[in-house]
């Protein structure tokens, strides 16, 4: 067995809530497009290939998913919805790692605050305070199937932010 990589992406900035609006609705800003895409591209121009991609349903997480997409030449008809990505707590991003196919070594997965980061902190024990909207964390696996991931099993090899990539 070898090396996976699990990228876990929180949606880039949202419009704020509106009464007649449901949260699941809410959609991308253009400052949340141009970072999605900034992160993408900055993912590309470090050579990622992602051999999956999956998102909670919720559309700025989806559009998330579609704009990095773009960016690292991944096919956005392959991007997988699942809804229980959007309010299934940490329990259902395990579960989305847990049943991803074998022959899949680098995943991506799409969702939302506090439930992303309180599942990356479980995957490592480490504290990588709140995911900022945007930001995508790294973690690796060693000769672990994905059906074997569960708490701190994984090494957080970086965490990157559209604030952070702005700066530099």
Partial sequence: MMKK???LVRHGQAEDRAPMFRDFERELTSQGIMDSARMGKY???KSTQVDR???SSAARAY???KVMAEQLGYEQEA???VDKLYDGGPQAYLEAVNTTPENCSVLMLFGHNPDITYFGE??????????EK???AIYEFEDLSWAEVSAKTARLLGYE???QIRLS
């Fill in 79 to 81: 991007i997988v919805c």
């Fill in 53 to 55: 991609m999956v998102t």
């Fill in 161 to 163: 932010s559209p604030r």
């Fill in 43 to 45: 993912l590309a121009q």
């Fill in 134 to 136: 945007g930001a995508v």
């Fill in 63 to 65: 559009q998330t998913a």
């Fill in 5 to 7: 990589l699990l990228y």
């Fill in 122 to 131: 479980y995957l490592t024990r480490s504290d990588v305070s709140s995911m």
